[in-house]
């Protein structure tokens, strides 16, 4: 299997306009274009049924407490978690591809629809969480939305697509269901998978190399 994302070079610096927010001018975060990225895909093993697609950020703090904090940086041995941005479950095995934008094309505070769309069947993806306490941002966030990882982060974030041929045409998955549910509900039907990586960072101090 072959995995290709439009913008940046496997491994390298993720453009800003696939990002939820960027450095500000004279402010720590402003708000990106949050456009999802054109996918495509090739050399499907031959009895795939269905695809899968999980795009996750491996390097988000496991607690809170320095998150965003103009006093102090997040330690870079801070024990670190996964962070879901995209699951999208149920892909037509005759489709090759996804166009840029068709998963998110800027920001929508409050969420966005989980459920069927022209691709597959869209997760919620973790700033349902993140946002769960902000009045203003509270909501389901359904399908894409980029990385914005903390502006004072001492260390850049690794970002992976993964994408999974499953022998199944559906997973059986509704509803806000969220990456960790897709993941478990592919154990045992997935055929095979790639991977496509890419770098971010919210902090001016620790560029990405």
Known sequence: MKLKITGWNDGGP???RFAFGKPGGDEPFAP???LSPAVSWSDLPADTKSLALIFHDL???SKPDDVNQPDRQVPADLPRCPFYHWVLVDIPAELTGIAEAAGSEGLVGGGKPVGPTAVGIAGQNDYTGWFAGDPDMAGVYGGYDGPCPPW???IFHNYIFTLYALDVPSLGLSGAFTGADALAAMEGHV???AAYAGK???NPDVPVS
Do not use: E, H, K, Q
Request: proline share 6%; aromatic share 6%; no cysteine.
């Open 59 to 61: 390097d988000v703090p």
């Open 32 to 34: 990106s274009d949050n």
């Open 191 to 193: 055929l095979g998978s």
């Open 200 to 202: 971010y960072s919210m």
């Open 152 to 154: 004072n982060d001492s």
């Open 14 to 16: 993720i453009a800003a």
